[in-house]
């Protein structure tokens, strides 16, 4: 029977040659590791924000007076609501970690290097707008911790001078967080947001497929030989087929994503969900200790560091441009990272500064 | 062999449990909600309530009060006050709805007039047809 | 070229160092959160002020203190809002223009307190305490039991010997205090129920509202201190209570089945990983 099916398949599109190029002869080098496979736990953790979210869609209702009722519908009346609203809150902060595990494996293996800068530039463009959904996301349930810290998180351009405020009542709808923010940010998370994010998986997924996967640099030494001044596709001819090896490894990886999620749904339901969660907003009380969600903790905590606030949002700025161009302007022939000790530790400095910071912006 | 096999079979029982622990859910939820749990309409005649009058009806296991403005027609509030919960007395002197345990009071449209209640009375929609009132 | 961007980053970097200051939090924190959104801001309270300061008569330097530590000063009930008066504007503090109504004196206390105390008022004024009060300006006002600046939360322990002996004998009292003991008690349990739940998640605000209701109306019906109607009306106070218990409970149960169901999901993709982990380690043939 399934001989039939594949026969089928095979004339129309040429099924043999597809699994051929794609699965069994696609060779992948022979010290690829787990750290590999991040990139297809976030894609996998996107895909399950997506379809939980157009679950939610269902029963959500983007209006000030009746979207925190509607959530506490879902969350008690609709069979099973409980599940896909924990599934897309608790994955929204898991997708976001494998993000940023995904980010900074990619820089300490310098996989960003020529000719992969611009696989590069679209991944952290995928990891603002993956911000941006959380964000935005954030705000729907309507209850004080989403009102109260989307009014934090929105007020930081109001330190810009000439457009800050400017951007902040466009972003709000208006000068305060109100039922315009609400549909706006809903517009925002809901259909402006995914198609572009789309746009950006497939290229960056088509980059990956067009360039080839690199050689990690540790153990056995990359033979490539730098600085490249031509096209040339890296191919593993003596690596191992993609399938069963890769793939077992990045199911493996999507098993244990799944693992940590429904521990936290087990475990710690309330993990995401502290007591100003549970409350709808009010607009005349402001709850003590507003702070933004984790992922703004540190850039929040370093704004308040800095005495000026347009100097604290420049050099915000000025952090982010450097983050997006890094491959242009890191030209080192050298790839392997535990040959480079000055990067090594900048690097490492850099992420224990922000882990600090978090932890700070946090109490 | 022998292992590989089984192993695979293992596997594929593992992975049709958790399609299942997930397409049934997902089935239920999608389904239309059973019987007419929010329709319950209460109906009352228009006599049981004369001018200036109310009375208190159950309508969805929520507490509502119907009362018959003098020169206004009916109309349902809910009687559950918005401060702390305590249920409303229509006071027919007053013009007002008044909550007994901190004093909170209402117009008859369940606007607050004074106290501590943050938020209105929600109203509940209401119909005359004829001789009776429906509530829902 | 290669040498230029890491030590400009490293000094970008470390000259944040110095310009971090703690001070500048403030200003910071200030400048954000003080806009249209501002919470609460401190209030001004002249009352208060008058009476706490050394040129105050020693009698009534105890208020604001007292005041302090009730249960009114939790809610935001300050001193206008039983005696009247501005607080804001010093010279209107105590001005019957501002409806400035001083400290009633012993038999005007219930109508005082009863100003917002309606059902509560309502039951003591057809209660042999009230009747005593109006006919000989004998028996007990609400200050007598609950005090007058430092009001605590109402619980069953107010009804006890040493008070209630001083005009009768405690059997009266001992036979009421049984009669609201279990319904009492019941109330308490559901309380910690529903904080419990709510730190499980759960949003429980009508239930909340439903069981306020339910004891505000049980204690103000205690004050009518008529031992035969609180019996004959526990019955129906029960059945309320033990309709919420039971919603109650099976919202517990609701949420030990979530547990169990994501557990099982957990388990089950545990299983996967660890037969898929064997599959790989198993040799093909």
């Known amino acids: 029977m399934s001989e039939k099916i594949k026969n089928w398949l095979e004339v129309r599109i040429g099924l043999d040659e597809l699994v051929r190029t794609h699965i069994t002869e696609h060779r992948v080098p022979k010290n690829i590791n787990v750290f590999n496979t991040l990139g297809t736990v976030t894609l996998v953790g996107y895909l399950i924000q997506v379809i939980s979210g157009i679950f939610l869609l269902i029963y959500y209702i983007p209006h000030s007076e009746h979207a925190f009722r509607s959530v506490q519908n879902i969350m008690t009346k609709v069979p099973y609501g409980w599940l896909f609203r924990q599934m897309h809150v608790v994955g929204s902060n898991l997708m976001i970690t494998a993000a940023l595990l995904h980010l900074v494996t990619i820089f300490f293996m310098g996989n960003y290097k020529r000719p992969r800068e611009l696989t590069w530039v679209g991944g952290v463009l995928m990891l603002m707008i993956t911000l941006t959904f959380g964000l935005s996301g954030y705000l729907l349930p309507w209850t004080q911790l989403s009102y109260w810290a989307t009014t934090v998180v929105t007020s930081i351009p109001t330190a810009f001078p000439v457009f800050g405020d400017f951007i902040t009542r466009l972003l709000r709808g208006g000068d305060i967080v109100s039922g315009i923010t609400l549909t706006r940010f809903f517009a925002l998370h809901v259909a402006i947001l995914p198609p572009f994010f789309l746009m950006l998986i497939m290229s960056h997924i088509a980059l990956i497929r067009r360039i080839g996967l690199s050689a990690t640099p540790f153990g056995r030494s990359d033979e490539e030989k730098r600085p490249l001044t031509e096209f040339r596709k890296k191919t593993h001819p003596d690596g191992h087929p993609y399938y069963p090896y890769l793939f077992q490894k990045q199911l493996l990886m ?27 907003a009010d607009a005349f009380k402001t709850p003590e200790n507003i702070r933004p969600e984790w992922y703004f903790l540190a850039p929040y905590q370093m704004l308040k560091l800095i005495p000026n606030k347009f100097l604290g949002i420049s050099v915000q700025i000025i952090l982010i441009a450097v983050f997006i161009l890094w491959p242009f302007l890191d030209r080192h022939q050298e790839k392997n990272i535990f040959k480079r000790p000055v990067l090594r530790s900048v690097f490492i400095f850099i992420l224990i500064s922000l882990i600090i910071l978090m932890w700070w912006g946090k109490r | 062999m022998k292992r590989r096999s089984f192993l695979k079979v293992l596997l594929t029982v593992f992975g049709a449990a958790s399609f299942a622990s997930f397409a049934y859910p997902l089935v239920r939820y999608l389904a239309p909600p059973g019987g007419s749990a929010e329709d319950k309409k209460v109906v009352i005649a228009k006599k049981e309530i004369p001018a200036g009058q109310s009375r208190a009806v159950l309508y969805n296991d929520k507490q509502v009060i119907v009362i018959n403005r003098p020169g206004k027609g009916f109309i349902a509030l809910s009687k559950v006050c918005t401060h702390l919960g305590c249920l409303v007395e ?10 007994p345990c901190h004093a909170g009071t209402y117009d008859l449209e369940g606007n607050v007039l004074s106290g501590p209640p943050p938020r209105p009375l929600p109203k509940i929609p209401l119909k005359v047809e004829g001789e009776q009132i429906i509530i829902g | 070229m290669k040498g230029r961007v890491l030590p400009l980053l490293f000094f970008m970097l470390m000259a944040l160092a110095p310009l971090a200051s703690g001070s500048y939090r403030e200003e910071f924190e200030k400048g954000f959160l003080t806009k249209t959104w501002s919470g609460e801001q401190p209030e001004v309270n002249f009352c208060i002020e008058c009476h706490s300061s050394d040129k105050m008569k020693p009698a009534f330097l105890d208020i604001a203190e007292q005041w302090k530590a009730s249960w009114h000063a939790q809610n935001g009930i300050a001193c206008h809002d039983c005696h009247g008066g501005d607080p804001k504007d010093a010279s209107m503090s105590m001005s019957p223009h501002r409806g400035f109504a001083g400290a009633p004196n012993y038999a005007e206390v219930p109508e005082f307190c009863g100003k917002c105390h309606i059902g509560i008022l309502r039951h003591y004024l057809e209660s042999g305490h009230g009747k005593a009060l109006r006919a000989a300006e004998a028996g007990p006002n609400c200050v007598t039991c609950h005090g007058s600046h430092n009001i605590q939360k109402a619980n069953i322990e107010i009804i006890n010997e040493q008070r209630c002996t001083k005009c009768h004998s405690y059997d009266r009292a001992k036979t009421m205090k049984q009669a609201l003991f279990l319904t009492e008690k019941k109330i308490g349990e559901l309380e910690a129920d529903l904080v419990s739940l709510k730190r499980e998640g759960v949003f429980v605000d009508d239930e909340t509202k439903n069981l306020f209701s339910t004891q505000a109306e049980f204690r103000a019906l205690f004050h009518s201190v008529d031992v035969k109607l609180i019996m004959d009306r526990t019955d129906e106070f029960s059945n309320k209570l ?18 169990n169901f994501s557990a099982f999901i957990l388990l089950v993709f545990a299983g996967m990983g660890v037969t898929l982990y064997l599959v790989t380690k198993t040799p093909r043939e």
């Open chain 1, 254 to 280: 999507v098993i244990g994503y799944g693992m940590v999620m429904f521990a936290i749904i087990t475990f710690t339901p309330t993990f995401f969900f502290p007591e100003e969660a549970t409350v709808p």
């Open chain 2, 90 to 99: 229509y006071e027919k002197d007053k013009n007002a709805l008044s909550c």
């Open chain 3, 242 to 259: 033990s309709a919420l218990d039971g919603r109650i409970k099976d919202t517990f149960n609701e949420l030990r089945f979530r547990r």
